[in-house]
Nanobody, 119 residues
Framework: QVQLVESGGGLVQAGGSLRLSCTAS????????MGWYRQAPGKQRELVAA???????SYAGSVKGRFTISRDNAKNTMTLEMNSLKPEDTAVYYC?????????????WGQGTQVTVSS
């Protein structure tokens, strides 16, 4: 069983930055596709950013240009750099992974980390 553990959430003022990290209990090279979802209170879960095993990235329109996803296969870690944060970025952020795609019901989920952006 794969375990994903997020870290780096917290409280930040609007316009600030945060860096989320995800550490996997096994090789993320073997997991292949990785990504970050978020869920705000009363809203549907949203795929924020994804990265393939080959390093191709994709972003939700609401974060494009502000967030950057990256991975380090040697360290079994994935990172989400979040800049120019807005109050609407407030949510619980989840690290996810799957062999084929993270766009639909990824197999592996972390426990989530809270990000709160104050105005």
């Amino acid at each position: 069983q794969v375990q994903l553990v997020e870290s780096g959430g917290g409280l930040v003022q609007a316009g600030g930055s945060l860096r989320l990290s995800c550490t996997a209990s096994r090789s993320i090279f073997m997991i292949n596709h990785m990504g970050w979802y978020r869920q705000a209170p009363g809203k549907q879960r949203e795929l924020v950013a994804a990265i393939t095993g080959g390093g191709d990235t994709s972003y939700a329109g609401s974060v494009k240009g502000r967030f950057t996803i990256s991975r380090d296969n040697a360290k079994n870690t994935m990172t989400l750099e979040m800049n120019s944060l807005k109050p609407e970025d407030t949510a619980v952020y989840y690290c996810v992974g799957d062999r084929t795609t993270v766009a639909h019901d990824p197999r592996y989920w972390g426990q989530g980390t809270q990000v709160t952006v104050s105005s």
